[in-house]
Nanobody, 113 residues
Framework: VQLQASGGGLVQAGGSLRLSCTVS????????TGWFRQAPGKQRELVAG??????NYADSVRGRFTISRDNAWNTVFLQMNRLKPEDTAVYYC?????????WGQGTLVTVSS
């Protein structure tokens, strides 16, 4: 299973970005998916996830970010609106099949003030 994240870049505060995670070589049904981020000097944290048909968000992004996917689980998206400088991080997509977690390579999001 391979995950390819894209869509990161430099944006001004208040702007928007849409991240995409393309999934290939899937070997079974997906139990959960999510976007995580890691800022310099900080631990990786869950930003948004889909599990069992429900979505969940970190308090810091709720109302600004939206996670979605296509019906075939080929692509997972993260729409990020009203971006803030504190959203600056490397964003990683994650897919869980059974008990195995798969990770994309990360895409850098930089929000300037």
């Amino acid at each position: 299973v391979q995950l390819q994240a894209s869509g990161g870049g430099l944006v001004q505060a208040g702007g928007s970005l849409r991240l995409s995670c393309t999934v290939s070589g899937r070997t079974g049904p997906v139990s959960a998916t999510g976007w995580f981020r890691q800022a310099p000097g900080k631990q990786r944290e869950l930003v948004a996830g889909i599990s069992g048909g429900s979505t969940n968000y970190a308090d810091s992004v709720r109302g600004r970010f939206t996670i979605s996917r296509d019906n075939a689980w080929n692509t997972v998206f993260l729409q990020m609106n009203r971006l803030k400088p504190e959203d600056t991080a490397v964003y990683y997509c994650n897919l869980r099949i059974g008990w195995t977690n798969y990770w994309g390579q990360g895409t850098l999001v930089t929000v300037s003030s």
